[in-house]
């Protein structure tokens, strides 16, 4: 049974910083890339950034420059760095860990509010 599991959300004002962990465990088989989405109220989810088992790093537009993924997709573990946050960050953050061709799994999402 493979677990996804997300720390670090919180509440942080605009301009601030946040950090967020994922572990994975319960797997045999290998990570070809992980990745954070993010929900907010209202809207779909989204893709924010993703890093393969190469150290590829893919970033949106809207976050590019603000934030920094990074991790290790053997150990199973992603960190997504989130520097000058806005209000318009603030959503539920879900992290995914992609195991093709068997399975992606996804955690259950960590809150992120940036408000003053």
């Known amino acids: 049974q493979v677990q996804v599991v997300e720390f670090g959300g919180g509440l942080v004002q605009p301009g601030g910083s946040l950090s967020l962990s994922c572990v994975t465990s319960g797997s045999i088989f290998s990570i070809n890339s992980m990745g954070w989405y993010r929900q907010a109220p209202g809207k779909q989810r989204e893709l924010v950034a993703t890093i393969s088992d190469t150290n590829t790093s893919y970033y949106q537009d809207a976050v590019k420059g603000r934030f920094t993924i990074s991790g290790d997709t053997a150990k199973g573990t992603v960190n997504l760095q989130m520097n000058s946050l806005k209000p318009e960050d603030t959503a539920v953050y879900y992290c995914?860990?992609?195991?093709?061709?068997?399975?992606?799994?996804w955690g259950k999402g960590t809150v992120v509010t940036v408000s003053s």
């Open positions: 995914n860990a992609d195991y093709t061709p068997c399975g992606i799994y």
